[in-house]
């Protein structure tokens, strides 16, 4: 076994969702975290104890780390770590996954500190570290993230597994250390398996939503059915299992939609097709034209009527607005003429929306869509005046609010 250090040098690349989250996260452990971002603003904000993004509890969090961080942007300074987490955004450029900043994350930290063990933590195709460690004649560790955005601390203090890949056994064994914290169970196997356990995993969870969207498609069409009762008997099934079967306009942010899009790309590289992750995507894809168009019949027609939408992020808990499928239905909605506002409880400001500040202005509205799984949005008094509440996310209790219109369910 590794013998861990009392306190641990470690450096963090890339200071975006995981960046910054792992940064406070190994602060709080005792460990001396250097964090490099290329971006001038984010490191300015974060001395001047700002955070540019909004994650419950991580503020607080914060603060009370802050004195064992240090902010840089310059990679001459990044030096004399024990182990170097890299993790800039690896996006999808036209259905394939962009590598660069991982190139040349990796580049910089090998030239101004070679003997830290460098630690992908970025989504990457299956080849990428082993690739780098070639090129760079140094073995690169493969550790992906499994984090949640609106979860995001408690699923890095405890998370469901470690996976660690690498063919260096001390630098896995460091690796282990830094999360042994966790005490979850780890996974310690080659670089390549780790990059697809990922992949397959962020695959699987938007199978499972997809999935649940067609079988609410089809109790839309049987009387006597209902998506949440019947996600609910599937649940129980521990096979199965209750978690990501909640029907809804379909998943966003900025994961699962580009890794889907990724692995069948990078799949077909290879000649192998990915029919059902395909047929995820797809689904997923015709998802907003579907709810709006329930949307729609339930309002008899949408031209020049107001309607106030809910929440605008991709999910609750989180101002992060990428790939967000509210945003995605305001847009469909507006194109067929609909007059829309909308609230949030954290987003004040989305460029060509009407974001009102109190969730009472909404009252004025002839319609209120539910678009976002916000506990706040559960119970509210206005779902029981006189006008159409379509509840997009299956989250209210139609006991409380019987006047509510769900998706996945049969109306005559
Ligand atoms: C996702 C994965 O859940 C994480 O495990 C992974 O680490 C992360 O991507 C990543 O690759 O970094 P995240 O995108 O933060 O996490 O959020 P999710 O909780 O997965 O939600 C994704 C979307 O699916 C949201 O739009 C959410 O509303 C939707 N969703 C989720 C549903 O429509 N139904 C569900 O039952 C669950």
Redesign the pocket.
């Known amino acids: 076994m590794v013998q861990r250090k009392d306190e641990m040098k470690v450096g963090i690349v890339g200071l975006g969702f995981?960046g910054l989250v792992t940064a406070i996260a190994l602060a709080d452990k005792g460990n001396n975290v250097k964090c490099i971002d290329v971006d001038k603003e984010k490191i300015e904000k974060l001395k001047m104890d700002t955070l540019y993004i909004y994650e419950p509890g991580l503020r607080e969090l914060f603060i009370r780390n802050k004195s064992r961080m240090t902010f840089i942007t310059d990679y001459d300074k990044l030096q004399r770590n024990d182990v170097t987490f890299i993790c800039v955004p690896t996006p999808t450029v036209t259905g394939k996954i962009d590598l660069s900043y991982v190139n040349e994350a990796v580049d910089s930290v090998v030239s101004s500190d070679q003997d830290t063990v460098i630690v992908i933590k970025s989504?990457v195709v299956p080849g990428t570290a082993s690739g780098l460690s070639t090129k760079m004649n140094k073995d690169i560790i493969s550790n992906p993230?499994?984090?949640?955005?609106?979860t995001a601390i408690n699923?890095t203090m405890q998370p469901n597994r470690i996976v660690i890949g690498g063919k260096n056994k001390n630098d896995v064994g460091l690796v282990e250390e830094v999360w042994r914290f966790t005490g979850a169970p780890v996974l310690k196997t080659t670089n390549e398996n780790a990059e697809l356990i990922?992949y397959a995993?962020?695959a699987f969870?938007a199978t499972?939503?997809s999935f649940?969207n067609e079988i609410a498609n089809l109790c839309e069409n049987i009387p006597g059915t209902d998506i949440n009762t019947v996600a609910k008997g599937m649940g129980l099934d521990r096979r199965i299992g209750g978690?990501?079967?909640?029907?809804?306009?379909?998943?966003?942010?900025?994961?699962?939609p580009k890794?889907t899009k990724a692995l069948v790309a990078f799949s077909k590289e290879r000649n192998v097709k990915l029919r059902i992750i395909s047929s995820a995507i797809k689904v997923n894809d015709e998802r907003v034209d579907h709810v709006v168009r329930l949307i729609e019949k339930e309002m008899n027609g949408l031209g020049g009527k107001k309607i106030c939408i809910l929440g605008v992020s991709?999910?609750d808990n989180t101002n992060d607005i990428r790939e967000s499928?509210a945003l995605d239905m305001v847009r469909e909605l507006e194109r067929r003429k609909a007059d829309v506002i909308a609230y949030d409880p954290v987003i004040r400001q989305v460029r060509g929306l009407n974001i009102v500040k109190d969730i009472q202005e909404c009252s004025e509205a002839s319609g209120i869509v539910i678009a976002?799984?916000w506990k706040v949005f559960e119970s509210n008094a206005l779902y029981d005046k006189e006008k159409k509440v379509i509840d997009v996310k299956g989250i209210v209790d139609l006991k409380v609010h019987p006047k509510v219109r769900q998706i996945g369910m049969f109306y005559d």
């Open positions: 995981v989504t993230e499994f984090l949640r955005e609106g699923d990922k995993s962020n969870l499972k939503i649940i978690e990501f079967l909640s029907a809804g306009i379909g998943y966003g942010g900025s994961c699962l890794d991709f999910k499928k976002s799984e």
